[in-house]
């Protein structure tokens, strides 16, 4: 990608659910352990479509899902990927519960609902924000949190033109 001002969001249009997969395959492989993406979006958003793509990069073959009812799956590959929904908590108990900042030490750990674990989480992060923008297309802003997080961005394989 294009030279990036440290701590500038990067905005870019998905085209359709396998745009937003390779978006997430992209930064799956680029990923390391202690990494952590915020996923933010309405449901149907392209959260759990993001973290499919995301697996696949960290070199899993397992089949990823919504954690909605268990909170945190984990998937094991090049990179372990530890993805938790906070979608069903109301407590910042609970939240702390699920200990999500020690869980990721040996992988990559994505959060949807991060809002619901606000003060709880690692500040440093990738913070992926996908909206609704038509039928198939969304808009995911990627706004990076600390040094890693832009270093993300800097190395990102994909560019805004390959996800059209």
Known sequence: MAEIAAGTPVTVRS????ATRRLGEGLGRLAEPGDVFLLQG?????KTTFTQGFAVGAGTDELVNSPTFVLMNEYRGR????HADLYRLDAPEEV???DLANASLDGALLVEWPERGDGLLPAGHLLVQ???AGIQ???ITLIPRGERAEELLHELPVSPAELS
Do not use: K, N, T
């Open 79 to 82: 990179l372990p990927v530890y």
């Open 96 to 98: 702390a519960a699920l």
């Open 42 to 46: 309405d449901l149907g958003a392209g």
């Open 15 to 18: 085209g359709s659910a396998d």
């Open 130 to 132: 996908i909206e609704h």
């Open 137 to 139: 297309d969304r808009v």
